[in-house]
């Protein structure tokens, strides 16, 4: 292949220049496994966008940034599409950033980051991958999608598991694939007693090696739940104490999260992708398009234990006061009972249809 401004590293690797017209790019990428884009500058922000268009467009092979970066950049490198940075060492590359406060470029999931250009892009970049994963991985099976989600957000991704009705397939097919992956869990404190012994169990049978405990924060709790009967008065109030801010600091550190959602669910879930993007993150559902049959079939072949509570009837299983036993396999009827809700909000499916509706964002 002749490409003027590339250089060849190997056989299947190539370095191009920040500054290379995205149709040569793409052309070097179908004879690449690796490409090495060199930055001119510390400033130079055609990088950013390249490695997002080569992503948009399919591209899985190796992306390294070289050049005279920025140690501070390598956050917004990685979430442009980039898998490794090689920071040039000569004399007179730019020294690290020292006299700022904040980080170079804020993580696009904060609640408070301030929407510099880089934010804009690097949620652009984010966005069109999901996309582009959503239509490849459409109807494939669990291992399938979780691997792939494995991959491409390789050291920025967790799972995020309630240890419910249902939990123990999706932790599972982690165990095997990753065991190392962090799971979330949000102790709310109102969890069943049942729930808790049912996930140290799961934990230890199955080898999880990064199990990281999400709490409310204790000043929060005292101000806003002193007498603790918060969802009485307001549930939605509660699950957001409980459940959505401890979420949103624990994601702090990761670009996607594994979740065990699944279209029989029904309601908003009825639709559900296997990849999507809520306008911050990326949601990876592997089981999304597994029937009710299906996973009890695999529960069966994998021979997992079951929650001891779906022996009561209970068919989907979150805080105990908000939950209740409910008819057929994967019904959320028992949950909010008398509540005109279906989700506790930290899955928002208004805030999906928007980041959905908002369409591609101009890459600069």
Partial sequence: ????????????????PADIAPEEAL????????????????????????????????????????GPLLPDQKPALVRSGFDAVDADPRPGAP?????????????????????????RRALAARKARAEALADALDGAAPETILARALKVYCGR?????????????????????????????????????????????????????????LEPDAQ??????????????DGEACCALRKVRPLARGLDDFDAVITGRKRYHGGSRGA???????????????????SPDAVAARFKALDLPAH???????????????????????????????????ECGIFDPAKAARAERAGAVRLI
């Fill in 220 to 233: 929060e709790e005292a101000r806003e739940d002193a007498d603790g009967k918060l969802y009485e008065r």
């Fill in 27 to 66: 052309a070097a990428a179908a004879y690449a496994d690796r490409l090495d884009i060199r930055f001119s500058s510390f400033k130079d922000g055609r990088g950013f966008s390249l490695a997002a268009i080569l992503r948009a467009n399919g591209y899985d092979g190796s992306l390294r940034a070289v």
């Fill in 272 to 290: 559900l992708k296997a990849v999507e993007f809520d306008g911050e993150r990326v949601k990876i559902n592997p089981l999304a398009f597994l």
């Fill in 157 to 213: 991704i967790a799972l995020l598991s309630s240890f419910g009705a249902e939990a123990a397939l999706g932790l599972k097919l982690l165990a095997e694939a990753d065991p190392a992956t962090p799971v979330l869990f949000l102790e709310t404190r109102r969890h069943f007693a049942q729930t808790l012994s049912y996930k140290d169990r799961l934990v230890a049978a199955l080898g999880l090696t990064d199990v990281r405990v």
């Fill in 1 to 16: 292949m002749a490409l003027d401004s590339a250089r060849q590293l190997s056989p299947r690797a190539l370095e191009l």
């Fill in 308 to 342: 001891p509570l779906t022996q009561a009837g209970y068919a989907s299983i979150g805080c105990w006061p908000c939950t209740a036993p409910a008819e057929g396999p994967g019904s959320r009827e028992g949950r909010w009972a008398g509540e005109d809700r279906e």
């Fill in 95 to 119: 020294r690290a950033i020292s006299g700022f406060a904040h980080a170079y470029q804020p993580d696009p999931g904060a609640p408070h980051a301030r929407p510099t250009a880089l934010h």
